[in-house]
């Protein structure tokens, strides 16, 4: 017999699209900087993850921005952002 909560069980463990993603930013961004942002101020649309912050924060990430993607990526492994704003 099939045993649905047994089935069910595994969507629990499932994150929204691009929540890995926003998750290795958000540690990628931190390592860098040392500034802290959360999931909840990022969004992701087509591929490109925006940023709500105050602007000398959005300023230091986006000169850093190439660092910031490419340690994402490694924490991501197979990350679907490919730029910040």
Do not use: C
């Not at 926003?22 to 959360?38: N, P, Y």
């Not at 709500?52 to 190439?66: C, D, L, Q, T, V």
């Amino acid at each position: 017999m099939f045993n649905i909560s047994a089935y069910l069980e595994k969507f629990k463990k499932m994150e929204p699209e691009g929540d890995s993603a926003k998750r290795a930013a958000e540690k990628a961004i931190f390592e860098t900087l040392g500034v802290k942002i959360e999931k909840k101020d990022m969004t992701t649309r087509n591929g490109v993850l925006h940023i709500s912050a105050p602007a000398a924060i959005k300023n230091e990430i986006f000169m850093n921005k190439r660092g910031i993607l490419q340690k994402a990526r490694e924490g991501a492994g197979a990350l679907v952002v490919g730029d910040i704003r």
